[in-house]
């Protein structure tokens, strides 16, 4: 090997260096940051509480506007005050 042709340049392998050091510290503050966010807002996070809305909706359908509703009109008109 002749080493004419692989000339090896310090101060370039130096910049190489310095600048691989930079990224490697700007990702590990960017991931800080990032867990940070997660973590404060996972304690902030509302409890999920399925209420099943078209259950609750055929049930008023059938409870006041099917042929043979469970309560009558009076009812209705004091629930919903119309």
């Not at 990702?27 to 209420?51: P, T």
């Amino acid at each position: 090997m002749d080493p004419s042709k692989y000339p090896f340049d310090i101060a370039a392998y130096n910049r190489k260096c310095e600048i691989e050091e930079t990224y490697t510290y700007m990702v590990n503050q960017f991931r800080e940051r990032r867990n940070k966010i997660l973590e404060d807002s996972a304690c902030r996070s509302r409890k999920y509480l399925n209420r099943y809305y078209a259950a609750a909706n055929q049930r008023l359908i059938d409870d006041y506007f099917a042929n043979e509703p469970t309560y009558d009109d009076a009812m209705f008109h004091r629930q919903y005050r119309m």
